[in-house]
């Protein structure tokens, strides 16, 4: 589909749609528009996945990139820059693919203010896409900022009792993050614009990749972008504030909190931190590989824990994205590749997982899974997606969540920077503790004795429900049984920037001195005069 200007139509079609539905005069018309519009979005941005070309090389430019160098005005290298490469591609799809079905699970469940609620969603879906596709570092961070207002919003408004408290938090920690990050995105355009861009301040993707900053610099100006993207992970211990978010905010909120905000931390980290501060990369690569793996065995046995089914889910992200974490830092080219499908699969498996919650707590008003016991055979159907999305979350061979986990255990096994066996051995552990609490919740809300009596009459799903659950279930056996598609597109983009930081880190190291012989003439030691 070659189509001209095709990643902004993707970025601001829903924009387009949140003031369309903003003008409607009636409910049903404002879901119907908020369908429709994500429907096409996705369906265009289709075209990103058939006009992208993995063998054309994206190292010094993306594909189906915009620019508008005069955005900013005179003076700064500042612009309007958006495309796709193999980092970025996948993301958008999921974005795109997560919006109609979020639209579709809220059609029932939001019952307040439907206009702003399906406003907000188009709003935040053009924040989230703007930010995976942005290659100028300003306009990424307002994209990033964008997504916290409605999302504040989306919980705050539509959110569970103690929803202003949940709102609050996810702002302050969100935000105090990015502020960092601001400082340090400023000093790194200055820095890079006086070196290599004649003096000219700079937040260009493509030159910012290109400077080598001292590293003693790069220590703390990587720490501060890697704080704001550890928090919005988050990474342990930084993520006090998902369980909160999770469980206060309404299904749809959660699906697109889990499904593609929190990889704008994991995406961060990837495509800012490694390449511009490479030394400091490989410096701090253990402690935040340790982090990862205290985050992986934590989430999974407070997960455990837990007797409210959506607060599980929302424990389980911390563990799910502790392995994210762990192949990032790894540093070979299996266990990116892993870390990048499996924030693909996580957003799928957990994002069904929401919904299901979701679905359950539409019928019973209630998530505790005491309430529950016996309804696999009341809910048939709905018992089936579970167990299966269950099965695919927790790493069963033959679907989504295998594939990444296998990848990033390989990948981290035979790291240079993070490959101690005990410290994987450890990660490994969390595979086994994901199916015990998984499957803890599928026998205690699913099977058991049938004892409550309005747990006999629930309802089984609706075609509208079968219909949001059913592209989520094909692409979990899909990216089970045939991941090539998938991790052919990641795969030069991800070869591509190892290359980069390890030209970099060879710019930097100190030349080996030649040896110096000495001379002495009775009195004192002089240097002997080298030989050409």
Request: hydrophobic fraction near 55%.
């Amino acid at each position: 589909m070659n189509i001209p200007y095709l990643t902004s139509i993707v970025i601001f079609l829903p924009l387009v749609g949140a003031v369309l539905t903003l003008l409607s005069r009636s409910v049903n018309t404002t879901r119907w528009t908020a369908l429709v519009v994500t429907t096409v979005t996705f369906v265009v941005s289709l075209g990103l996945w058939t006009g992208f070309d993995p063998a054309v090389s994206t190292s010094d430019w993306p594909q189906l990139a915009n620019v508008w160098a005069g955005w900013f005005g005179p003076g700064v290298d500042v612009k309007y820059f958006v495309g796709i490469d193999g980092l970025n591609l996948l993301l958008v799809l999921l974005t795109t693919l997560l919006g109609p079905i979020v639209v579709l699970s809220s059609w029932t469940y939001i019952h307040k203010h439907e206009k702003a609620y399906y406003t907000l969603l188009l709003i935040l879906q053009t924040g989230v896409t703007g930010v995976f596709t942005s290659f100028d570092v300003i306009l990424f961070y307002i994209f990033f900022e964008l997504t916290l207002i409605p999302m504040y919003f989306i919980i705050g408004i539509w959110g569970g009792e103690e929803r202003v408290y949940a709102a609050v938090k996810f702002v302050l920690f969100t935000l105090v993050g990015s502020l960092l990050m601001l400082v340090a995105l400023l000093f790194l355009g200055f820095a890079a614009g006086e070196a290599i861009n004649g003096g000219v301040f700079t937040t260009d993707w493509y030159t910012l990749v290109e400077f080598n900053m001292p590293a003693v610099q790069q220590g703390w100006l990587f720490l501060l972008f890697a704080l704001a993207f550890s928090i919005k992970v988050p990474l342990f211990p930084l993520h006090t504030w998902l369980p909160d978010a999770h469980v206060q905010a309404p299904t749809g909120g959660s699906v697109i909190l889990a499904g593609v905000l929190l990889k704008m931390g994991t995406y961060g980290l990837v495509r800012f931190c490694l390449p511009f501060f490479p030394d400091a990369t490989h410096e701090y690569a253990m402690l935040f590989a340790v982090l990862a793996v205290i985050g992986i065995v934590y989430g999974a046995l407070v997960s455990r824990a837990q007797t409210d089914a959506k607060k599980l889910v929302a424990y389980s992200s911390v563990s799910h994205l502790g392995f994210v974490v762990l192949g990032i830092f790894a540093l070979t080219a299996e266990a990116m590749q892993g870390a990048f499908i499996q924030m693909i699969n996580h957003g799928i498996s957990t994002g069904a997982l929401f919904l299901i919650v979701g679905m359950l707590y539409e019928r019973r008003h209630t998530r505790a899974m005491a309430d529950f016991g016996g309804i696999a055979k009341s809910v048939p159907v709905l018992s089936f997606f579970m167990i299966f999305t269950v099965l695919a979350s927790a790493g069963l061979p033959g679907l989504n969540g295998f594939v990444g986990e296998f990848l990033i255990l390989m990948g981290s096994f035979k790291s240079a920077t993070v490959g101690s066996p005990w410290l994987i051995a450890i990660a490994t552990t969390g595979v086994i503790l994901a199916a015990v609490y998984l499957l803890y919740m599928v026998y205690r809300t699913f099977f058991g004795p049938l004892e409550i009596e309005a747990n006999r009459t629930m309802k089984d799903l609706n075609p509208r429900e079968v219909l949001l659950l059913l592209p989520l279930v094909i692409l979990m056996i899909w990216m089970g049984f045939a991941p090539a598609p998938f991790l052919a597109r990641s795969e030069p983009a991800v070869q591509d920037l190892l290359r980069k930081i390890d030209a970099k880190r060879a710019q930097s190291a100190p030349a080996a001195e030649e040896p110096v012989s000495m001379l002495y003439d009775g009195e004192r030691f002089t240097p002997a005069p080298s030989v050409r």
